[in-house]
C-alpha cells in the first residue's frame, strides 16, 4: 500500500490499525522545471496583471485553493480585516464552481469593508497561477482541517516565496527541516498575522536566500522526478 504522506500513513495506521510496515510513503510530486522562479512570457505577465488590476505597489498575498467551506477563505478574512488600512491586497484564487460559498464569501467581504483589499479571481490555469505565485509576496495555506499533502505548500516553496501555513497534516511533513517561519499553529489567528507583518519586513536578501534553500528542499523531496524513481523503486521491490 502506498501513502501520499507521512499523515496520510499515521491515518491508516490509527483509523484502520493496518501493520505500518505495509505501508510506503511515497509523496506527491511537482513540476520544478515549470514551477521556477522565472517568468517565460511578459506578454502574458504584463496582460494578467493588468486583467486583474495588480498594482506591484501594493504587498500581495495569495490564498490559493478551491473555494469551499474546509478550505478557510472565510475564516481568514478575519486576519485580513487587521490589514484593511495597509497597502495589502489578498487575492484568492481556486475553483469557484461552489456558487453558494462564493456568494457567501463576497457577502462577508462586502460586510467587513474589504473591497479594496480582498479580491476573488476564481479558478486560474495553471500558467496564470505560475504568474500569481511570481506576483506574491506571501502564499497562504490556512484550511479548516489537515489536508492529506496540500501541493500549495511545495508549489510556492518550489518558486522561491514564502507560505505560511497551518502546521499540520501534509503541509507538516512538506515544511519539515526547514525555517520555523513557514510554520503557523493551526487556527491562530494572532500567529498568522504576526508572522505575515514578520515576513513582509524581511529584506530581499533574506527572501532570496530562504528561496534557494526552500526550492533545493522541495526539488530533493517533492519533485515529480523523485516520486516517478520512488513508485519505480516500489514496484521493482514487489
Request: aromatic share 10%; hydrophobic share 40%; glycine share 6%.
Amino acid at each position: 500500500m502506498v501513502a501520499i504522506s507521512k499523515y496520510v500513513k499515521e491515518e491508516i495506521v490509527k483509523n484502520y490499525r493496518i501493520n505500518q510496515n505495509k505501508i510506503s510513503v511515497i509523496n506527491r510530486g511537482i513540476d520544478v522545471n515549470f514551477l521556477n522562479a522565472k517568468i517565460d512570457n511578459q506578454e502574458n505577465f504584463i496582460n494578467l496583471t493588468n486583467k486583474y488590476r495588480i498594482s506591484m505597489q501594493n504587498k500581495i498575498i495569495l490564498f490559493p485553493g478551491r473555494l469551499t467551506g474546509w478550505k478557510g477563505q472565510l475564516e481568514f478574512l478575519k486576519i485580513a480585516e487587521y490589514f484593511k488600512e495597509e497597502p495589502i491586497v489578498f487575492y484568492f484564487v481556486g475553483d469557484d464552481k461552489n456558487t453558494s460559498y462564493l456568494k457567501k464569501l463576497n457577502q462577508e467581504i462586502n460586510k467587513k469593508n474589504l473591497n479594496h483589499n480582498c479580491r476573488i479571481l476564481g479558478h486560474l490555469n495553471k500558467n496564470e497561477l505560475k504568474i500569481m505565485y511570481k506576483c506574491s509576496d506571501v502564499v497562504i495555506s490556512a484550511p479548516l482541517k489537515p489536508e492529506g499533502f496540500g501541493r500549495i505548500v511545495s508549489e510556492t516553496l518550489s518558486m522561491k516565496k514564502i507560505i505560511l501555513a497551518y502546521d499540520f497534516g501534509g503541509a507538516r511533513n512538506q515544511l519539515d527541516g526547514l525555517d520555523s517561519i513557514y510554520k503557523i499553529m493551526p487556527h491562530d489567528f494572532n500567529e498568522m498575522k504576526n508572522k505575515i507583518i514578520n515576513v513582509l519586513q524581511l529584506t530581499e536578501s533574506q527572501i532570496d536566500n530562504m528561496g534557494i534553500v526552500a526550492r533545493q528542499h522541495v526539488i530533493n523531496k517533492f519533485s515529480k522526478e523523485k516520486m516517478l524513481s520512488s513508485y519505480i523503486n516500489f514496484y521493482e521491490s514487489l
